[in-house]
């Protein structure tokens, strides 16, 4: 299967969740441990292995915070 790299603009994100609802694959949360320059958790891979790289959380994100690359 086609995996995917997610990178995250952490500092820009504000938490608004869309990306996580919207990963057809449950790969992404929000990162409990950290917090951002806005002072949110923000989105996170939580499970790299079910990323497929679809690029759908990038096109979703309305602060341009992530960047997928397929493998
Ligand atoms: S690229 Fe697709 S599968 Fe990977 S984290 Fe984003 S929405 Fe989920
Ligand atoms: S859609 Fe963008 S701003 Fe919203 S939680 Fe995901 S990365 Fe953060």
Redesign the pocket.
């Known amino acids: 299967m086609a995996k ?1 790299r ?1 990178r995250f603009y952490s500092d820009r994100c504000k938490a608004c969740e869309l ?1 996580i609802k ?7 949360g929000l990162d409990k441990k950290n917090i951002n320059a806005l002072g949110y958790h923000p989105a996170t ?1 939580v499970d790299p292995e ?9 096109l ?1 994100c309305p602060d341009l915070v ?1 960047e ?1 690359e397929r493998e």
């Open positions: 995917g997610v990306c919207f990963c057809p694959k449950g790969a992404l891979v079910r990323c497929t790289g679809c690029g759908t959380c990038a979703m992530i997928v």
